[in-house]
């Protein structure tokens, strides 16, 4: 059976990346812009980190293709799903400049919370 933990380096990026979105959240005059695209950096890498473990891998690499292959392997559940979706809209929103309206700092704070949720719910590690 394939080990779909991700190794203890990328969970340590990840949870840093964590920390630094949280940080600049709790700055005065900066753009939440950063903070999503940082979150949004580390599910991508935790989900690509899973789909090569479950070999899995989508044509082409994205927080959605990501999502679809490891729901269609019955890795992620449905609701689990749903939320690195919106995740990753939030991500591309950001990245993008589109809907700027969802673009502020509690839901860069949301987006936070859910991404490390999900990274320590996702991984049981022993690497």
Do not use: W
């Not at 899995?56 to 019955?74: N, W």
């Not at 990753?88 to 309206?101: E, Y």
């Amino acid at each position: 059976m394939a080990d779909y933990s991700v190794h203890t380096t990328t969970r340590l990026v990840i949870v840093l990346s964590g920390h630094q979105a949280r940080t600049l959240c709790d700055q005065r005059n900066v753009t939440p812009i950063t903070p999503i695209v940082i979150s949004g950096a580390a599910l991508e890498m935790v989900l690509r980190r899973m789909c090569e473990a479950a070999d899995c891998m989508p044509p082409k690499g994205s927080i959605e293709t990501y999502g679809s292959k490891l729901y269609r392997a019955k890795l992620l559940s449905k609701e689990d799903l749903g939320q690195v979706q919106a995740n990753g809209k939030l991500r591309n929103a950001a990245a993008h400049g589109t809907d700027s309206a969802a673009i502020s700092i509690p839901n860069a704070r949301l987006m936070i919370e859910s991404v490390l949720l999900f990274i320590s719910g996702s991984e049981t590690d022993t690497a």
